[in-house]
């Protein structure tokens, strides 16, 4: 399945105009799609056009390797960023690529796919996105004032980054606990951290089989920590990690990753935003943050910060 702003490529071989990618699961009803045009004029790109491809969740090996593959040799391909099935596709294609940043081998996830002349390159950005996305709500010093933790419900491709990132500041939190349904990820996750030289004893590693458990993970967090929907849930998937019995901590940040979709996750959270004094932040500038670094390494850019500011506000003219 493809969306598109305009003429579809994909569809009409003759067409011959120079396009980008967006790897997902229902792509048509992102706002990138009316963003991404208007970006391109501020950027100066030298196209206006972005094609969807849609995957299913559970796509087979082949069909991440044949969209790979198309992407690598159609010349009119500029590249394309990839959402729900990062780990996928590296689990699929990874040899498929010339070259991989280390990130994206360490935690086995591809969310930038681009090209250097002849070569196909895979970067996973996501450290660099949600860390700039953290830095937007939360105050320089927050952990080192206040001793809060976080909690990051969902040990995938965000929860990973998210980890990763918070192990690198200054201003670590006290403890990082990921909560994940099995223990596979979790192993997996220990492992990245393990290569990556997080400091020992800092994350924690809790299987949350079912909600309730997930519940007592975020009640028993102290007053003032970050509770993170990194499952996914609430955007591609209905539902949330949480049940509607759980009780945030007091002052916490409560921040949903996804900005569309069902969103349960931040929709318990308003619930309990008054009575809780909780500062609820939806995934709007992750979005932000996580599109303008793909479309700066697809394109080639350096990105300053009052042209990223530049894209949020035409960004936000569409929402």
């Given at each position: 399945?493809?969306?598109?702003?305009?003429?579809?490529?994909?569809?009409?071989?003759?067409?011959?105009?120079?396009?980008?990618?967006?790897?997902?699961?229902?792509?048509?009803?992102?706002?990138?799609?009316?963003?991404?045009?208007?970006?391109?004029?501020?950027l100066g790109l030298p196209t206006r056009?972005?094609?969807?491809?849609?995957?299913?969740?559970?796509?087979?090996?082949?069909?991440?390797?044949?969209?790979?593959?198309?992407?690598?040799?159609?010349?009119?391909?500029?590249?394309?960023?990839?959402?729900?099935?990062?780990?996928?596709?590296?689990?699929?294609?990874?040899?498929?690529?010339?070259?991989?940043?280390?990130?994206?081998?360490?935690?086995?996830?591809?969310?930038?796919?681009?090209?250097?002349?002849?070569?196909?390159?895979?970067?996973?950005?996501?450290?660099?996105?949600?860390?700039?996305?953290?830095?937007?709500?939360?105050?320089?010093?927050?952990?080192?004032?206040?001793?809060?933790?976080?909690?990051?419900?969902?040990?995938?491709?965000?929860?990973?980054?998210?980890?990763?990132?918070?192990?690198?500041?200054?201003?670590?939190?006290?403890?990082?606990?990921?909560?994940?349904?099995?223990?596979?990820?979790?192993?997996?996750?220990?492992?990245?951290?393990?290569?990556?030289?997080?400091?020992?004893?800092?994350?924690?590693?809790?299987?949350?089989?079912?909600?309730?458990?997930?519940?007592?993970?975020?009640?028993?967090?102290?007053?003032?920590?970050?509770?993170?929907?990194?499952?996914?849930?609430?955007?591609?998937?209905?539902?949330?990690?949480?049940?509607?019995?759980?009780?945030?901590?007091?002052?916490?940040?409560?921040?949903?990753?996804?900005?569309?979709?069902?969103?349960?996750?931040?929709?318990?959270?308003?619930?309990?935003?008054?009575?809780?004094?909780?500062?609820?932040?939806?995934?709007?500038?992750?979005?932000?943050?996580?599109?303008?670094?793909?479309?700066?390494?697809?394109?080639?850019?350096?990105?300053?910060?009052?042209?990223?500011?530049?894209l949020a506000e035409a960004a936000e003219?569409?929402?």
């Amino acid at each position: 399945m493809t969306a598109s702003l305009t003429t579809d490529p994909l569809a009409d071989p003759t067409t011959q105009a120079d396009y980008m990618g967006f790897v997902g699961v229902t792509t048509a009803s992102s706002s990138i799609m009316k963003v991404f045009p208007l970006w391109a004029d501020i950027l100066g790109l030298p196209t206006r056009t972005l094609i969807g491809h849609d995957l299913p969740m559970d796509a087979t090996p082949a069909q991440y390797r044949a969209m790979v593959e198309q992407i690598r040799d159609d010349p009119h391909h500029r590249g394309a960023l990839v959402t729900t099935h990062k780990m996928n596709v590296y689990a699929a294609a990874s040899e498929l690529f010339d070259e991989l940043d280390p990130f994206a081998v360490s935690c086995a996830e591809i969310s930038s796919i681009s090209k250097r002349g002849p070569l196909l390159s895979g970067r996973a950005k996501d450290p660099i996105t949600v860390d700039l996305a953290l830095n937007d709500f939360l105050p320089g010093d927050h952990f080192a004032r206040t001793g809060a933790e976080i909690v990051i419900l969902g040990a995938g491709g965000s929860g990973t980054a998210l980890s990763w990132a918070l192990a690198e500041r200054v201003d670590a939190p006290a403890r990082i606990t990921v909560t994940a349904r099995s223990q596979e990820k979790l192993d997996h996750l220990r492992e990245v951290h393990r290569q990556h030289g997080s400091r020992e004893g800092l994350i924690d590693y809790v299987v949350t089989a079912t909600p309730s458990e997930a519940d007592a993970v975020v009640a028993a967090a102290p007053p003032g920590s970050v509770i993170a929907n990194a499952t996914g849930l609430g955007k591609d998937r209905p539902g949330s990690p949480l049940t509607d019995a759980v009780v945030f901590p007091e002052d916490a940040y409560a921040w949903e990753f996804n900005y569309r979709g069902s969103l349960e996750f931040l929709h318990q959270a308003r619930a309990q935003e008054a009575a809780r004094s909780l500062h609820v932040v939806d995934g709007w500038r992750y979005f932000i943050h996580g599109w303008s670094q793909v479309v700066a390494d697809v394109f080639e850019l350096d990105l300053t910060p009052d042209t990223v500011e530049r894209l949020a506000e035409a960004a936000e003219s569409v929402r």
